[in-house]
């Protein structure tokens, strides 16, 4: 690997991570789209800053548009508030007006300086190691490796100084206006974090791919974990993976580097949304099919309680009398049969002791609906977990 | 015992565009009751609850708790939001939810400790939930996390406790459980608000009771006011026809 090889990794990687921070928290507080507006309407912010300065990587620059990140969010709630359009409604109001005053000032100012629409779509990670920062004439490495690093700093401070706020108030804004951590001053905060975050992207990766970088790798931790602290890990690693694969994809294909990003982290979504343990759609099925089965069980086991005749018990009667199919009628019996809860003899079923139990449990269970009584039964039976 | 006044509200109106949802509210909540909150839906109850903590700004009137503003004196009073209200998706136990109840006394930036975590396990313990400590929270029935909103408030220890609808959903031992743990609060001394739904059980759960519908209708002790007249003013209808139905 080339040194501009390893800073390009090195560039992504610190993006994905310093995205994923805050995106985990917009994904938690059903904010998503609001990334997709901030990263779009910035650009007016970057124009003028970029006409003041002529430099994409100055302070001032970040600060300005940072600042048009605020106001899209400012924009989008006090049009909200109006109550004349909802929340979608309005960030699709705000950010294309922005956007396009953006695009207009690019076009009418800048034509002949190093800042077109297609590069502050997708971004020019390849090119990121060519701008270097000197200080006394020394290089000490890219300004976006600089930029991207100092953001990133400043935002794992705050998340380990204001974790317990921002979870309390992610989680429920009432208790914590009630507890004095205003709910608003946690809003804003988040929302300049994001906004600084997506300014210091921008230049690396683009409009397009600090959106993929913000919620992608969040929604992907989310099917994998009940824990906000390792839903940040997992959303963490999700997205350094996808930027490293991502270049080498990029490097193999001779394709655009956030392109092939954003692919990345789409494979990847899709590989956990279908194999996640528990929230994957596969997980899914498989437990909805469990639970049919035991339904069946139970349905089973009752017709067997209620019944002492011994033409109701015979083996053969069953698919009669329960209306089921054959197959289905072998499964409860095999199922049944495994979990001692039946024996059969000369072809007649009757329940076990076991089978007595647990029965009369299920039918408690179902009549008060008390949890407790249940508790132990929760871990065999998938009936009861729903 | 009604000599001291926990919670004084004076001329408190709150709007949402323009559009007032309580006027004028003058209440006199005196420690150690156990008050229900009742009127029909839209009523302003939620809000007279939140605006009383703050979570809402009033557009005129004060409110006092102990004779000072709620921002000094936050420390004594836990709040029970709606149990609607938040997202039980969230990626937390039951614990972690009991133990942010142990945020405010810790202020800003300072983590939870130890102490915290014991006096989580204690209140999940009080209201029967200790098993299910570790348990995500989307896991639990609607009766458990009505008692983990119940233990998350018990560890604040505070002197007021503000709940709203607090039996909303849940099952009739959670009602139970609930109802004997407020009591229990009452009994040591503390002034329990509740806004409640359900008119039948307010002669037997509660001592104080205030009706609401915008404007305040009454408040007073249950056996004094709690009678057909207050019923009908507050919900509009002949209350008395309809109970008898």
């Known amino acids: 690997m080339s040194n501009a090889q390893i800073e390009i990794q090195l560039i992504a990687s610190l993006v994905a991570i310093a995205c994923a921070i805050p995106g985990t928290f917009l994904v938690l507080r059903k904010m998503a789209m609001i990334s997709d507006a901030i990263s779009h309407s910035i650009l007016p912010g970057i124009v003028i800053g970029f006409f003041i300065t002529q430099d994409l990587n100055s302070p001032l ?32 109001l705000v950010f294309p007006t922005l956007f396009s005053i953006g695009v207009i000032l690019i076009a009418k100012n800048a034509n002949d300086v190093h800042l077109d629409v297609d590069a502050v779509l997708l971004g020019e990670l390849a090119f990121a190691p060519f701008d270097r920062l000197l200080i006394a004439g020394i290089d000490i490495g890219p300004k976006s490796l ?26 429920d804004t009432g208790l914590a206006a009630s507890l004095g951590f205003s709910p608003a001053i946690i809003h804003y905060g988040l929302m300049t974090v994001s ?16 959106v993929a970088l913000m919620i992608a790798p969040a929604a992907t931790a989310y ?110 019996l095999e199922l049944a049969l495994k979990n001692n809860m039946i024996g059969i003899e000369n072809n007649i079923v009757s329940l076990t002791e076991k089978g007595k139990d647990f029965t009369s449990q299920a039918i408690d269970y179902i009549i008060t609906n008390e949890d407790a009584q249940i508790e132990h039964m929760k871990d065999d039976f998938f009936l009861f977990r729903g | 015992m009604e000599q001291k006044i926990a919670v ?63 921002e000094k004196q936050r420390s004594l009073v836990a709040y029970v939001p709606q149990k609607g209200s938040v997202d039980w998706d969230f990626p937390t136990t039951a614990l972690d939810v009991v133990m942010m109840g142990t945020y405010g006394s810790l202020g800003w930036i300072k983590r939870p400790g130890q102490k915290e975590k014991k006096a989580a ?49 849940v099952d009739a031992t959670t009602e139970i459980a609930i109802i004997n743990i407020l009591k229990e609060l009452r009994k040591a001394g503390k002034t329990v608000i509740v806004v409640h739904h359900d008119l039948q059980t307010v002669p037997e759960y509660f001592d104080w009771v205030t009706f609401l519908n915008v404007k305040k209708i009454a408040t007073g002790p249950v056996k004094d006011i709690f009678n057909d007249d207050n019923l009908t003013k507050t919900y509009g209808i002949n209350y008395k026809v309809s109970i008898q139905e």
């Open chain 1, 61 to 92: 620059l970040i600060f300005l548009a940072a600042l048009t990140g605020i106001l899209t969010v400012v924009l989008v709630e006090y049009i909200q508030k109006t109550g004349l359009v909802k929340e979608d409604t309005a960030i699709g």
């Open chain 1, 146 to 171: 600089w930029i991207i690093g100092s953001i990133l700093i400043i935002s794992i401070i705050l998340l380990f100084a204001f974790f317990k706020e921002l979870k309390v108030s992610t989680f």
């Open chain 1, 195 to 210: 906004s600084v975050t997506t300014v210091g992207a921008f230049d690396a990766v683009g409009a397009i791919l600090v």
């Open chain 1, 223 to 332: 099917l994998l974990t009940n824990n906000l602290k390792r839903m940040l890990i997992y959303a963490v690693c999700f997205g350094v993976f996808s930027a490293i694969a991502g270049y080498w994809l990029a490097h193999w294909l001779d394709a655009s580097i956030a392109g092939s990003i954003t692919t990345m982290l789409g494979l990847l979504f899709l590989m956990v949304y279908l194999f996640a343990p528990n929230k994957g759609v596969i997980a899914v099925l498989y437990r909805e099919k469990q639970q049919r089965t035991e339904v069946s069980l139970l349905t089973f086991l009752l017709h067997l309680r209620n019944h002492n005749e011994e033409e109701e018990r015979h083996v053969n009667h069953l698919n009669e009398h329960i209306n089921w199919q054959k197959v289905r009628s072998k499964t409860v």
């Open chain 2, 8 to 70: 004084k509200v004076d001329d408190l109106t709150v709007a949402y565009n323009y559009k007032p949802v309580l006027w004028d509210i003058d209440l006199e909540i005196p420690e150690g009751v156990l008050m229900a909150i009742v009127g029909p839906n839209g009523a302003g109850k939620s809000t007279l609850i939140k605006s009383i903590l703050g979570i809402l700004k009033p557009i005129a009137g004060s409110v006092s708790i102990y004779g000072k503003s709620y």
């Open chain 2, 121 to 169: 396990l204690e209140a999940l313990e009080k209201v029967g939930m200790l098993p299910f400590k570790n348990r995500q929270i989307s896991q639990l029935s609607g009766g458990q996390q009505q008692r983990i909103f119940l233990a998350r408030a018990l560890v604040q220890n505070a002197s007021i406790y503000f709940m709203d609808e607090p039996f909303q959903g």
